[in-house]
């Protein structure tokens, strides 16, 4: 039995690129098809899935800058196969990981785990799977091309190779640019902690800023060859590149405020405005763990910063830029919040998670032997404290005002199933008192948000997946309503009138386009074009709502249907 698991460790030592790479393929792996293989084989049919997923408007994507996600398509056609559309997200995940790992040299399994595992389980990954279910593979290629275009400026000098990486990245989404940015505030505070010539930071910094200039040059070149070899013209929908503009003082101010805002909003909460009941406990049970996690993260952070700054008596300019940089640092990865005015679709954010990598670049930085033990005593006293007075605050909190909390509940019970296993390891355990502990609480953090993110995600893809069969049912009995009205033709003009009515989301344009997808059919809306008069109004409101009989009619040539009371 030694043996085996010997062996089994010997499998990932890391005296090569190849057992890195095995890893962090291994990781993802198992985790993603624990938590997604329920979304691989059943892909939810959301309306925004109609403009991403099913769409054949190749010429939308041109009008918007994204005339990479076109190339892709003609590269990988078949990525649209469920299973495999989810084979690939997961490679391009694993390779993400691999990358960043690389990219600091870090050769850490457990940032190796704790990467994969964020990214996974975040409540931004768990939204875009079961909303953009094919769309997937390219949201996180553009964060794996913006990954790869870094690790080719820094390690291999490859300025070139970055401008087309980072032109290519941003051609499949615009947010992609943010990737680079964060990054490279990584970059420049481990610089600056080594200690670094001031020519060298300055070179590299210019370095970095000409690059990113000339990529951006890089993908409007191509972007307006794209839109004359097209004949396409420029659009300035919410999610367009025209939305790089200025919005006055106010409006920016504001603008980047929020961004701190969704930042940190992104690290610890996952829960989904549609979440109720069972799915609600899913999620803050999954949120529970986050929030632990994040807020040892940020006493590694702090702490290092400290221990560095001590210990290498960094001068107070550098202290300084250091700490302008790492308030920058939440700007850096989510900067899109301005650009596209304050936008929170969650596949504009994946890269936030990249952050996890600045704790672990400053534990590396911190290299001296020196009260090193004191240190890793008093690290694993805080962790603990963290972790003991959140969780008394949360198990406070269900006695005190949330007594029918199921989450609270679910988390209670954890702790107690952690209490005896943690006790019996503890007494049983070979090792010192201090590694035990340690493992001890390695296996709470891990285990809490790895067990839960994957409840969280398959609870999120049977949610999806039966309201998409919902809306398929409903759309089916729209079709035959709108067919069974006196005077349609092939291609009417359709007015929703109302809101979301008896489906589970909010019913826009997309709809009509839904209909078209999944029916082959030609209907045209027209909810932007048409205002209806009092006299129309009048006329809809005599109407039942659907999917009730009568709920639809032919007003002055337009299609109108009721789907609620008001609109």
Not at 269 to 297: P, T, W
Not at 405 to 423: D, P, V
Request: aromatic share 16%; proline share 1%; charged share 15%.
């Amino acid at each position: 039995m030694n043996n085996i698991v010997l062996k089994f460790n010997n499998l990932f030592n890391f005296n090569s690129k190849k057992r890195k790479v095995l890893y962090c393929f291994c990781v993802t792996f198992i985790l993603g098809i624990l938590g997604y293989a329920f979304s691989f084989f059943h892909p939810s049919t959301t309306l925004d899935a109609c403009m991403f997923d099913y769409s054949t408007d190749v010429n939308h994507l041109y009008s918007i800058g994204r005339f990479t996600q076109n190339w892709f398509n003609h590269l990988v056609s078949m990525y649209r196969v469920e299973f495999l559309s989810g084979i690939i997200w997961l490679c391009f995940i694993s390779l993400c990981v691999y990358f960043t790992d690389c990219l600091f040299e870090l050769n850490s399994k457990i940032f190796i785990l704790a990467l994969s595992s964020c990214i996974l389980f975040s409540g931004l990954t768990i939204r875009c799977i079961n909303l953009f279910p094919f769309a997937n593979p390219l949201f996180v290629l553009s964060v794996l091309l913006g990954v790869l275009a870094v690790y080719c400026l820094r390690k291999l000098g490859g300025g070139l190779l970055f401008v087309l990486l980072n032109a290519l990245a941003i051609g499949l989404y615009q947010s992609a640019i943010c990737v680079s940015l964060g990054l490279f505030g990584i970059l420049i505070i481990s610089d600056l902690i080594n200690g670094k010539k001031c020519k060298n930071l300055l070179f590299n910094f210019f370095k970095q800023i000409i690059c990113i200039a000339l990529s951006l040059v890089l993908y409007y070149a191509l972007y307006y060859i794209t839109l004359k070899i097209f004949h396409v013209n420029k659009d300035g929908a919410y999610n367009s590149s025209d939305r790089i503009l200025f919005f006055g003082l106010k409006r920016t101010a504001i603008l980047i405020i929020k961004t701190y805002i969704l930042f940190f909003r992104n690290l610890v909460l996952c829960s989904n405005y549609q979440d109720d009941g069972v799915f609600k406990q899913f999620s803050s049970s999954h949120e529970i763990y986050l929030l632990i996690s994040f807020f040892i993260a940020l006493y590694f952070t702090f702490a290092y910063f400290i221990r560095i700054f001590s210990l290498k008596k960094i001068s107070v300019k550098r202290m300084v830029l250091t700490i302008i940089i790492l308030a920058l640092l939440p700007f850096a990865f989510a900067c899109i919040c301005v650009i596209a005015n304050g936008l929170g679709s969650p596949n504009l954010y994946l890269q936030d998670y990249l952050i996890i990598s600045l704790p672990f670049v400053l534990i590396k930085s911190y290299k001296t032997q020196e009260n090193n033990e004191k240190f890793k005593r008093l690290d694993l006293t805080v962790c603990l404290a963290i972790c003991a007075v959140l969780s008394f605050i949360i198990v406070g909190l269900y006695f005190v005002k949330f007594k029918n909390n199921q989450a609270i509940k679910t988390f209670i019970y954890q702790l107690l199933l952690l209490a005896i296993i943690g006790t019996v390891y503890v007494i049983k355990g070979k090792e010192q008192i201090q590694k035990r502990l340690k493992n001890l609480l390695f296996i709470f953090i891990s285990v809490g948000v790895i067990f839960n993110g994957i409840s969280y995600a398959n609870a999120q893809s049977s949610k999806n997946y039966l309201i998409s069969q919902k809306r398929l049912a409903l759309s089916a009995i729209m079709v035959q309503t709108i067919e069974s009205v006196d005077g349609v033709g092939e291609s009417p003009n359709i007015y929703l009138y109302g809101d979301a009515g008896v489906f589970d989301e909010e019913i826009h344009n997309f709809y009509v386009s839904y209909l078209n997808v999944f029916f082959k059919k030609t209907y045209a809306c027209v909810n932007e074009s048409l205002v209806l008069t009092e006299a129309q109004k009048a006329e809809v409101e005599t109407l039942n709502v659907f999917p009730s009989k009568n709920c639809a009619k032919m007003i002055d040539g337009v299609l109108i249907i009721k789907l609620s009371e008001t609109e």
